[in-house]
């Protein structure tokens, strides 16, 4: 693998094993904002042009990434609640169709469906506190009236990892919608469409894909791309795209028919920027890595007495997250306390959540380790 360390000059104070909330920007993205600054100080829009290409760029990046059939299936919007936003409010729903889903989600991927009640739309949040797999689970609940599975491809607060091949094959078979909530694995793991299609993929670029909030990828499988109801319009979701003076429109035939105003520039300046970093390294080295310093993770978490991991420790059934609990000390004050010395992480799932990324050193993962290990001995 290239090294790409240099790429994340942090401070070696700093531990950073928070990619699951948000992730630094590497340097080739702050290169790529301060050329773009400067660019605007001194010139304005003289290269409006130039931006607009790099707009393409992100968009092949993009279908790069997921192995989408064709640059055409993806849209640019804010966030991940915005995109499901899209998905949840644009299909035809009827009285009694069923939405599926799992209680770990995150609430961008409960909240949205749950609002559907008032049009007569059963939610059914399924409870994974049984033996049970989360496949096995989503799929004996299906029925006849299951319209749309809604899954995170990786859970927020335990990091688990779903297979998104066996939900898929359920779903063709059973002509059920699926949305993929990939925001937890879209940078870290690789996506591959062709090889695991779904309907829709949605995913804030700010925390794997080391970009900045407020840019987010939106796929939606061409067969759909027309069937969902639109429900904001403005001058960039049009056809004729650039004529102003004509009266007479129509939505543009890609995805860019989800794209209601003017395109967040900067951000996607920066998200082009970090993604060209995660593509030249190659996603299944990554992903390498990730797994590789998760597990490390695990192992010298396991060594601590008093240590309880939230997380899967199966093979295959996580990613880049690992939550743990201290048996003597309340989550809330091991968060604090690790805090405090410079191990950003977080507070999630009733414990404490650690989330390197490829290019976190076993060096840090051992500092973090040993600052668990040394808070109980206080």
Known sequence: MQDFTSQFPQSHSLCHLNHAAMGPWPQRTVDALNDFAKENLKLGSSHYDRWLKVEQELRTRLATLINAPSIDDIALLKSTSEGLSVIAYGIDWQPGDEILLLDQEFPSNRIV??????????VKVIDTNCADTAETLLINHSTARTRLITVSSVQYATGLR?????????C???NILLCVDAIQSLGALPFDLAQTPVDFVVADGHKWLLGPEGIALFYCAEK????LTLNQYGWHMIKALGDYDRTDWEAADSARRFECGSPNMLGIHALNASISVLLETGMDEVARHVIDNTRHLISGLNNISEITLLSSTEKG???GIV???HAKVPSEVLYSTLRKKNIVCAHRGGGVRFSPHFYNTKE?????LNAVRCIGNL
């Open 162 to 170: 779903i297979d998104l091949e066996t939900i898929s094959r359920h």
């Open 224 to 227: 759909h791309r027309k069937e």
């Open 172 to 174: 063709q078979n059973n």
């Open 317 to 319: 059934k996580h990613g």
């Open 113 to 122: 469906w749950e609002s559907l009640r008032s049009k007569g739309v059963v």
């Open 323 to 325: 939550t743990f609990a």
């Open 364 to 368: 840090q993962l051992d500092y973090a």
